[in-house]
């Protein structure tokens, strides 16, 4: 069923950027439909070292954006860091969160999504696409339950999410994994979310030049993960089924490659000083472990 409605004018899109000079075409075309439908666009240059805020600016004054675009200058803080400012600076009843070398079915998202309605989450489908032979990877594991699906497929930037509802929500500063964690701080507070099954998020990948490519995302899961056990341990961010699963997926990030020297260290840091530790974060991992294979049975 189609809508009519005013998605755009009531939501602002966070945009996270980094050294994307010369990869910021597509990006840019779908910033001039979206100023042409009055969303509230917010782009934060997290410090990078090329080109990148220089194309900004370009293109800014060359389509006269000066009034329509909010762009953010930072130092390098990393990609929870950018949204968290990007949060910050958003207005709109609504907000997502989209990586800046994705695109997107905007006319789908207009047709499809009405956001005139109580609920906490909107939740779309995505499919992974390989960004240098343009094919599709593979659609996401299909489950029944939304909770279950942002849990097993994640994909942040998916989601809209009412302002109210993630005002005091925020990022940690990671490199690796700070969207799933927040998926999961999100999703503890029992949200109320309406899925929509039309795939309108393209998530590519396989692209040497991104931020998080293979490498980047191996070297960094083990300190992303020592950084959750401490907010675990200070009860900045309480045990719970979603935090399970964002532990088992980050584990096994971090066994991909190297698996002994790695397990070495996320026993210590599982250890903290602590047997008590040890023995809590194994009982959750394990559960994490369970739920991740009760969503298997659920997939279809």
Request: with cysteine.
């Amino acid at each position: 069923m189609e809508t009519n409605n005013d998605l755009f004018k009531r939501l602002s899109v966070v945009i996270p950027l980094r050294n994307m000079s010369g990869r910021l075409n597509s990006l840019f075309a779908e910033i001039k439909w979206l100023v042409a439908e009055d969303a509230q666009v917010i782009l934060v240059n997290d410090g990078s070292v090329d080109n990148t805020s220089n194309e900004i600016a370009d293109y800014i004054l060359r389509n006269r954006f000066q009034e329509d675009i909010v762009v953010i200058n930072t130092k390098f803080g990393g990609p929870g860091a950018a949204r968290n400012i990007g949060k910050e600076n958003a207005t709109r009843d609504w907000v997502c969160f989209w990586d800046a070398d994705d695109t997107r079915n905007l006319q789908l998202m207009k047709a499809r999504i009405d956001l005139n309605i109580e609920t906490d989450l909107v939740v779309t489908d995505f499919q992974k696409i390989n960004a240098v032979e343009k094919l599709e990877v593979s659609k996401h594991k299909i489950v029944s339950s939304p909770t279950y699906d942002l849990l097993v497929n994640g994909g942040l930037w998916r989601v809209i999410f009412n302002s109210k509802f993630i005002q005091k929500i925020d990022f940690l500063n990671l490199m690796v994994g700070e969207d799933l964690i927040y998926l999961a701080k999100v999703l503890d507070l029992s949200p109320q979310i309406l899925k929509i099954s039309e795939i309108t998020y393209f998530y590519h990948v396989g692209q040497e030049a991104q931020i998080t490519n293979d490498k980047f995302i191996n070297q960094n899961a083990l300190i992303s993960l020592n950084e959750l056990f401490e907010q675990m341990e200070t009860q900045k961010i309480r045990r719970n089924k979603f935090i399970a699963v964002v532990l088992v997926k980050l584990i096994k990030t971090s066994l991909r490659n190297q698996k002994w020297i790695s397990f070495k260290i996320l026993t210590r840091i599982m250890y903290r000083g602590n047997v008590q530790n040890l023995a809590r974060n194994l009982f959750l991992i394990f559960c994490g472990l369970i739920l991740m294979s009760k969503f298997k049975s659920l997939g279809k």
